[in-house]
């Protein structure tokens, strides 16, 4: 079993930047997808980020393209994703998951077998 747990969430004022991280423990992740998804209040929780088991590969929704960074070191197990430039649509609780058996992450959250208990991240106008 894979135990995941997000930090690094809080307030921000518009076009501030934060930086979240998603340790892993129990398990080596160096050889899953690993994704970063959302869920505003009364929304479905969507696909904001990924990234595959080698590091080297990185997916954005077209939302946050510019803005967000995801990188992986596997030597530590952990993720983390670096937001600049945030808006206050991007008020989230912010959840990492892993794809074990995937090398590429998928962008649906069915794809994912292991998530973390989700960070809250609220951005002020």
């Known amino acids: 079993q894979v135990q995941l747990v997000e930090s690094g969430g809080g307030l921000v004022q518009a076009g501030g930047s934060l930086r979240l991280s998603c340790a892993a423990s129990?398990?080596?992740?160096?050889?899953?997808?690993m994704g970063w998804f959302r869920q505003a209040p009364g929304e479905e929780r969507e696909f904001v980020a990924g990234i595959s088991w080698s590091g080297r590969s990185a997916y954005y929704a077209d939302s946050v393209k510019g803005r967000f960074t995801l990188s992986r070191d596997n030597a530590k197990n952990t993720v983390y994703l670096q937001m600049n430039s945030l808006k206050p649509e991007d008020t989230a609780v912010y959840y990492c998951?892993?794809?074990?058996?995937?090398?590429?992450?998928?962008?649906?959250?069915?794809?994912?077998?292991?998530w973390g208990q989700g960070t809250q991240v609220t951005v002020s106008s």
């Open positions: 129990g398990r080596t992740f160096s050889s899953y997808a």
């Open positions: 998951a892993a794809a074990p058996g995937s090398s590429y992450p998928p962008t649906r959250p069915v794809g994912y077998d292991y």
